[in-house]
């Protein structure tokens, strides 16, 4: 994972409905922010086609985007098994991209996530927000999806330059 110079890192927060999606451009110790949204699927529409948009959807995101590197958020497990099922066919198209797009893709727990950014593997969605913020200053990102997308690209981006660091060590 040692690269000479920025890497941009796409965070993905993966859901059927809304898919959030947060670049970072990260270097050493220092992150920006380069760009997030979310891509809101039409929940009226059949399984298949809800699939193929979010496809579509993040295929452009890459595209116009360019990341080096993607992250996800892990899912936990529902009480609801046909939604955890549903989550879950959506999760492989949100891994299934970037891996097209030959980016290498990692994955991390939603409790790595928030202690990474947050300090503490509990934190509320309020907390993770208020932290992007600083961490991101100017981001614009105000709730949601793409503030969870852009913890995750930052939980990449220290877990990889650890990586690195441990790696040069060797």
Not at 2 to 29: F, N
Not at 67 to 85: G, H, M
Not at 141 to 169: E, Y
């Amino acid at each position: 994972m040692s690269r000479a110079g920025p890497v941009r890192i796409l965070g993905l927060d993966p859901g059927l409905r809304h898919t959030g999606w947060g670049l970072i451009e990260a270097e050493g110790t220092r992150i920006r922010h380069r760009g997030h949204g979310v891509l809101n699927i039409d929940a009226s529409q059949g399984l298949s086609d809800r699939l193929a948009a979010l496809h579509a959807g993040l295929s452009e995101v890459v595209g116009a985007w360019t990341p080096d590197e993607a992250a996800v958020e892990e899912t936990f497990v529902n009480r609801n098994p046909v939604s955890t099922l549903k989550l879950g066919q959506a999760r492989g198209i949100v891994l299934l991209v970037p891996a097209q797009a030959g980016l290498p893709v990692a994955e991390y727990p939603p409790n790595l996530v928030k202690k990474t950014v947050v300090g503490t593997g509990h934190a509320a969605k309020e907390q993770v927000l208020a932290m992007v913020k600083v961490l991101l200053p100017g981001c614009g990102v105000v709730a949601g999806d793409a503030a969870d997308a852009l913890a995750v690209a930052i939980c990449h981006a220290q877990h990889r330059r650890h990586a690195s660091l441990a790696a040069s060590l060797r």
